[in-house]
């Protein structure tokens, strides 16, 4: 079972010149329902362009977007809205409010809900205790770290109890153990509640540790895919062979005298 299914997704850009630049081309993925799935890719291959379609964020210029067997580009407003609230998303720079408490930070997609001020309250609790902030409740972002800010960003991204989560370089800003601690609450909330993951880095380590299943990005294309140790045992394409030679995992990797 997939839940999500990209069917020869395009999306083109406008320049300067009002010329038409293609950012995806013709991308076909399908993201099977429980499993963490990385994307990998150079800056600028199309990763965040490409995940971005999954919750229309990006409306694709051509192609279809199945979430759960339903079509998301042909939904009215509404649908989308409440299709959308099932799809959670975290960032490189965690977009939290920074007027906001952590607890009102997570509060803020439930207020589309109809569930009561204490069913809100007592639904953040459990998440502040998921992600280890519960004495942290009441500080705002600037006084966090910025671990402590993707857990909140996640908590945030969990409330509404969505199908998916979607990590876009959730883990690029931070040092090596705060980035371990929180792909070791990402694998948590995977084995725990069977939430499908796609996890968009540009670190191979990242994606070894995690993910099952993987695609390769260059150019707005897929240029391979398949379970992970596959793809890294046995790489068919020179990209992905290339990527794996400058990659921190491979022991031959360093920088020579100069
Ligand atoms: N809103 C936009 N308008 C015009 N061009 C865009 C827009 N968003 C992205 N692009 C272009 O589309 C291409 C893919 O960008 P995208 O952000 O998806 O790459 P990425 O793989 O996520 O890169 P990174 O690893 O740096 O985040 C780039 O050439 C980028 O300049
Ligand atoms: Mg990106």
């Not at 948590?188 to 509640?193: I, P, S, T, V």
């Not at 140790?229 to 995992?249: A, D, G, M, R």
Request: overall charge neutral.
């Amino acid at each position: 079972m997939s839940i999500i299914e990209l069917n020869h997704i395009n999306v083109n850009f406008k320049n300067s010149q009002k010329e038409s630049i293609p950012a995806i081309k013709d991308v076909s993925l399908k993201i099977p329902t429980g499993q963490i799935f990385g994307i990998i890719g150079y800056s600028g291959a199309g990763k965040s362009t490409l995940v971005r379609t999954i919750n229309l964020l990006q409306r694709p210029t051509s192609g279809s977007v199945l979430f759960n067997q339903t079509e998301l580009t042909n939904l009215k407003p509404a649908a989308l809205r409440q299709a959308r609230q099932k799809i959670g998303m975290i960032f490189q720079h965690f977009n939290l409010m920074d007027s906001m408490t952590v607890r009102e930070n997570i509060l803020l997609p439930l207020q589309e809900t109809t569930l009561t001020p204490p069913q809100k309250a007592a639904k953040v609790d459990v998440l502040l205790n998921q992600v280890n902030l519960t004495d942290l409740a009441d500080q705002y972002p600037r006084q966090l770290s910025g671990g402590q800010k993707q857990r909140v960003a996640i908590a945030r991204a969990l409330v509404n109890d969505p199908d998916i989560l979607i990590s876009d370089e959730a883990t690029s800003a931070l040092d090596p153990k705060t980035t371990y601690q929180i792909l070791q609450l990402l694998k948590e909330l995977n084995a725990k509640y069977h939430l499908t993951i796609v996890l968009i880095t540009h670190e191979l380590e990242v994606v070894t540790a995690l993910a099952q299943n993987v695609a390769i990005m260059a150019a707005g294309e897929i240029i391979e895919t398949g379970p992970t140790q596959q793809i890294f045992n046995n790489p068919q394409t020179s990209f992905t062979q290339e990527l794996i030679q400058y990659s921190k995992i491979n022991p031959a990797w360093e920088v020579t005298d100069v």
